[in-house]
């Protein structure tokens, strides 16, 4: 059976740090781009960071660059998400996801897969930043 599980998330105060983590099983995690999404109360999901199988090639949206970063362990089958310089606009629920294209890699240098892509979804962790 398939689980993907966020932890890590809670309170922060603005230009705290927080380090977000999601553990897999179930599929063979090493094949499978990992993406992490967000959704903030009111406004839709959105793609934030993606990386893919061998972490070669990682994506950032604008609003995260410089101050997120993404990694992963397939040994251990987890992804991370170092949140570090942290804003009140990055309250928000973290997802997960776990999408598998061989083909997908190629598009990381400009711009993560679409979240109707991803085959797998966690179900998030709460992230709120409020001093």
Same mark, same amino acid.
């Given at each position: ?5 966020? *932890? ?5 105060? %603005? ?7 999601? +553990?897999?099983?179930?599929? /063979? ?8 999404? !967000?959704?903030? %109360?009111?406004?839709? /999901?959105?793609?934030? *960071?993606?990386?893919? !199988? ?12 410089? !101050? ?5 362990d ?5 992804? *991370? ?10 309250? +928000? ?8 294209d %061989?083909?997908?890699?190629? !598009?990381?240098?400009?711009?993560? %897969? /679409? ?7 966690g ?6 930043v409020? *001093?």
């Amino acid at each position: 059976q398939v689980h993907l599980v966020e *932890s890590g998330g809670g309170l922060v105060q %603005p230009g705290g740090s927080l380090r977000l983590s999601c +553990a897999a099983s179930g599929f /063979r995690f090493d094949y499978y781009i990992i993406g992490w999404f !967000r959704q903030a %109360p009111g406004k839709e /999901r959105e793609g934030i *960071s993606c990386i893919g !199988r061998d972490a070669g090639s990682t994506y950032y949206k604008d609003s995260v660059k410089d !101050r997120f970063t993404i990694s992963r362990d397939n040994a251990k089958d987890t992804v *991370s998400l170092q949140m570090n310089s942290v804003k009140s606009e990055d309250t +928000a629920v973290y997802f997960c996801a776990a999408l598998l294209d %061989p083909l997908a890699v190629r !598009r990381l240098a400009t711009d993560c %897969p /679409r979240g109707d892509e991803y085959q797998y979804w966690g179900q998030g962790t709460q992230v709120t930043v409020s *001093s």
